[in-house]
């Protein structure tokens, strides 16, 4: 390499922000897991997550999403969520793929009341799985939202049933991932994994992602995590701009989930349904 092109090659690396190596680790996820699984799906849950991972998914494919965006629909979302599938799979020519979640009745009746209402996702992605033969699912989940979520690996190898096994999980030094699920089961890709929330808002906010407009404040409240709108609840908030988020967040001791019914059940709920396969 001559002098000049080692020179401009310092040069990009110096410039290179915070949100630009983000970008490309995320890039650089995404294009590992097509490369070497036959049949993905990435999961639209319709929130800002991953919003921002159908937008990266765009960028490391040209334009062009080359597997179905997964919309794993409870039926109970709220009203402006399924209003901006709608639209953005449209715009964004998006492969949008929906599959619904069975009754309640078919979840563990000794989970709290939220939880097993949330529980209802994961039967249904063992559903979709089975239906579509994915043995790769692109996953918006990061270390900072919840304990067990730190746990994660970026590649995460499920069992059979879906299940996760947080004792059992691959080490992944040096960006080598272990891209190999076991038969007849399937991997987790998590390419946003090592973001944060301000990473996300800030994220959004430079690239003009669409959001959803339950994400800023009215009448003092606000959501700050999207699930079903019979247990998601908003938080005390004057943040009616992302600027405004990004000062918010900055300032906030609230957890990102506070809004989150299930978050507040008993201890364990979370990682039981993890470790049966919720996302």
Known sequence: MTSTNLERVRSDVVSMDHLDQLEAQSIYILREGFARLKKLALLWS????????IWLARKAFFGHVPFPALHVDTGKKFPEMYAFRDHYSKEWGLD???????????????????????????????????????DGLIAGIRRDE????AKERVFSPRGVEGGWDVRDQPPEFWDQ???????????????????????????????????????????????RSLGDADITNPVASTASTIA???????GTTIPERAGRALDHETEDAFERLRVAGYL
């Open 146 to 149: 919840e304990a067990t979520r």
């Open 177 to 223: 991932f272990n891209a190999s699920p076991p038969p007849g089961a399937h991997l987790r890709i998590h390419p946003i994994l090592h973001w944060t929330e301000a990473d996300i808002w800030a994220y959004t906010a430079r690239e003009n992602i669409p959001i959803i407009p339950l994400y800023l404040a009215k009448d003092g409240k606000r959501y």
């Open 46 to 53: 319709l929130g800002k997550d991953s919003n921002v991972m």
């Open 96 to 134: 949008l793929t929906v599959e619904y979640c069975p009754s309640i009745d078919s979840v563990d009746p000794t989970l709290p009341p939220a939880a097993r209402s949330a529980a209802r996702k994961t039967e249904g992605l063992k559903l979709a799985l089975a239906k579509h033969g994915f």
């Open 244 to 250: 405004e988020i990004l000062v918010e967040l900055d």
